[in-house]
């Protein structure tokens, strides 16, 4: 595992070399609950299926990375995609990369296309949001009970340094009144490179409003609505998601768009 330093912390991350020099780099952006080993064999799939170089990493207080010093805030993923991710490109020098986020990854992503509409090449996001729903409240109340009531916490304790303030900040931050009007839709008509917006139809954690609601603001938007397919399709639809990112990067990269 390489490390790199952005605004004080010390981050973990993979660097997959490209096997194509024509390609342009992904960056991938985990979920609330994930990290760089989480992604388990799926960068390595990618890399193969696109030769492009794949850039994985785990965003602080996540995996072996440092942790912020004060407590999580309702506007936790702007802080990532307008602090964070600029940083982390910057120090690995890295430009005009495809960002490829899963879940709270998918709505940094997106904020950061609408902050920085000159950076990305293109966005793939996977079962992002925009908005708070009562199908995400319900199924972050589930995950709650299964916390408790199961041996997950020595399960994510495999990958995080400090698994139960990992899990508590998501958990907590997304039931807290104040997260309820939490919304990034106001950066979505920035955006202007091309957007894939993959969601499973049996998503637990949000309904297809959330990247209906990308198409209809971002004009290059091209959705990708997946059966028997919940709130991770990299694992559910694995060669769906890779044929899908291989034809969006030959698509809008390739051509030049």
Known sequence: MKHVVVNGLRLEYRDIAATRVDRPALLLLHEGLGCVAMWRHFPEKLAAATGCRVIVWSRAGYGGSDSYPEPRTPRYMHREGEEMLPALLEALKIERPILIGHSDGGSIALIFAGAFPEVPLGVAVMAPHEFVEAETLAGIRTARQ??????????????????????????????SPPFRDWNIEEYLPKIRCPVLAIQGEDDEYATMRQIDVIAEQVPDTMLL????????????????????????????VAAGD
């Open 146 to 175: 299964v916390w408790d009531d199961t041996d997950w916490p020595h399960k994510l304790a495999r990958y995080h340094r400090d698994a139960p303030r990992v899990f508590s900040d998501w958990n907590d931050c997304w039931l």
């Open 225 to 252: 609505k997946l059966s028997h397919c919940g709130h991770s399709p990299h694992r559910d639809q694995a060669a769906m998601v890779l044929w899908a990112v291989d034809n969006f990067i030959k698509r809008h």
